[in-house]
């Protein structure tokens, strides 16, 4: 199974997953001004859609926001839809 890899720059960052074929999945964020995470786009190459992949890079913000206390605020569709799937998570939506 391929793990979930974070990088952040200044003012935002993102959680990928490099793919066979050199095709990378991830989902892209910037920080807003109170330090939350704006969830902007979320992708998965064709090839790879339906096994799982984006979920796994929601988990990866979702868990990360727990252990820092962060706050989230999904713009991306599919993220959104996964919030409203997990009610146990409200208490990170911003």
């Known amino acids: 199974m391929h793990d979930v ?8 960052g993102r959680y990928f997953i490099e793919l ?17 995470i704006i969830i902007t786009h979320t992708g ?10 984006a979920a796994r890079l929601v988990d990866a913000a979702v868990a990360a926001a727990r252990a820092e206390g962060w706050k989230i605020t ?3 569709s599919y993220v959104a839809a996964r919030f409203r799937r997990h009610p146990e998570w409200n208490d990170l939506l911003a």
């Open 5 to 12: 890899r974070h990088e952040e720059g200044p003012g935002g």
């Open 20 to 36: 066979e074929g050199g095709a990378v999945a991830e989902m892209a964020y910037r920080r807003g001004a109170d330090g939350r």
């Open 44 to 53: 998965v190459p064709p090839a790879f859609e339906g096994q799982g992949i």
């Open 74 to 76: 999904p713009l991306c």
